[in-house]
């Protein structure tokens, strides 16, 4: 028992500094000296993600062949080097090659985590494990709203970039204590072929196209409405801080409910939200849209995570690395397509676009076969 704790432990914690490091600069942008543009901001997201997704397939397929848990080490210090390069990087060219190499290390870290989970817990027992694991995405959301803004007035935008650095290599050496046999390989023209998964990856790409645009802008757009520096990150960290307590008892609605219908239902609840945060401005109805976009959220994360691992099976690291591919991908294009409309529309139509991808997401998810 002990033994299946430590590695949901360890790898969450992976996975936790996988989405922290990249959210990172979403935050300290704001009191980096380098003071980056708007543009500037979208192509060191745009950078971390290109690296990110690149390694998706990879990832998975090694997972099916090698032992998952010296991928992850091995990622883990390449999130070691490149956050460190981050933290002295002396002019936005060098942000630029810390942000691309930040996402050729944390890309390997999903893929090879939920095969280590996949091989590690039954059917059954699958779902729940997955349900503690993701913890890690909405506490890094929380943590970054809360963390972040203090450290960067504090000590400086710099030292939470040598924090991450410091954690990966310490999380890293953790693997050493987890025994975990080789996958099964696979076969990636039959992944292609499976219609679970092409609608897995259609969906889960517009979901997170969206997604990505409320997590990558949201703190800039509560400053932007007038909320200062702590409550903006009060609000920044509620988008998550619900998720806590629902991505716990996830695995039991997903259980329950089924993933298809988990899916499509959260979903669609989710982009109704994102809607309203065109309308209710004042700091009360923010910050309680927040919190209910939180708890709903994270739902659909570990939801997301079931539905590559049921659907995959023994090709759990296959399917999950190509499926992810197209999820990530959208990172690339959020950052640009963003800044786009904030430029030229705003805010308000901002939100309203990211609102209807998700709702037709929604309905994306509801053409799964049975899983």
């Known amino acids: 028992m002990l033994k299946k704790i430590f590695i949901v432990f360890v790898s969450s914690l992976s996975f936790f500094l996988s989405y922290f490091s990249r959210i ?19 192509i060191i997201f745009s950078l971390f993600f290109i690296g990110y997704i690149i390694v998706q397939i990879p990832a998975g397929i090694l ?10 080490l091995l990622s883990l210090v390449g999130l070691t080097v490149s956050s460190f390069i981050s933290g002295i990087s002396s002019n936005i060219q060098e942000e630029y090659f810390g942000s691309i190499l930040m996402g050729l290390s944390a890309g390997w870290i999903y893929p090879v985590t939920i095969k280590i989970l996949s091989l590690s817990f039954s059917r059954q027992e699958l779902p729940i494990a997955i349900g ?3 913890l890690a995405w909405p506490l890094s959301i ?3 709203g809360l963390i972040l803004p203090w450290l960067s007035i504090n000590f400086g935008w710099r030292f939470s970039y040598y924090i991450i650095s410091l954690i990966s290599l310490i999380t890293a050496l953790m693997f050493l ?7 099964e390989r696979s076969t990636q023209e039959i992944i292609m072929k499976d219609k679970n998964v092409i609608i897995v990856s259609l969906a889960g790409f517009l979901f997170f196209l969206a997604y990505w645009i409320i997590t990558l802008y949201a703190y800039k757009y509560f400053l932007f409405i007038g909320l200062n520096d702590y409550l903006a990150g009060i609000a920044y960290s509620l988008l998550a801080l619900a998720g806590i307590p629902s991505t716990i008892i996830a695995g039991y609605i997903i259980r329950s409910l089924g993933v298809k219908i988990t899916l499509s239902l959260f979903e669609l609840f989710y982009g109704t ?19 209910i976009m939180g708890f709903v959220r994270f739902i659909i994360t570990p939801a997301n995570s ?52 998700i709702i037709i997401s929604s309905l994306v998810y509801f053409m799964l076969l049975k899983i």
Request: hydrophobic share 50%.
């Open 132 to 134: 503690y694991y993701s």
């Open 177 to 183: 204590f987890i025994k975990s046999r080789k996958g």
């Open 142 to 144: 929380v943590l970054a």
């Open 273 to 291: 939200l994102t809607l309203s945060l065109s309308f209710l401005t004042l700091p009360i109805y923010i910050m309680i849209t927040s919190g």
């Open 24 to 42: 990172a600069w979403s935050i300290v942008s704001v009191y980096s000296s380098l003071k980056p543009t708007v543009i500037e901001d979208g």
């Open 63 to 72: 997972s099916d062949y090698v032992s998952p848990k010296i991928i992850a």
């Open 306 to 357: 079931t539905a590559v691992s049921l659907i995959g099976g023994k090709k759990a690291g296959s399917v999950t690395g190509f499926a992810n591919f197209f999820w990530q991908s959208s990172g690339i294009v959020a950052p640009i397509v963003a800044s786009f409309i904030i430029i030229s529309m705003g805010y308000f139509l901002l939100w309203i676009i990211s609102g209807i991808i």
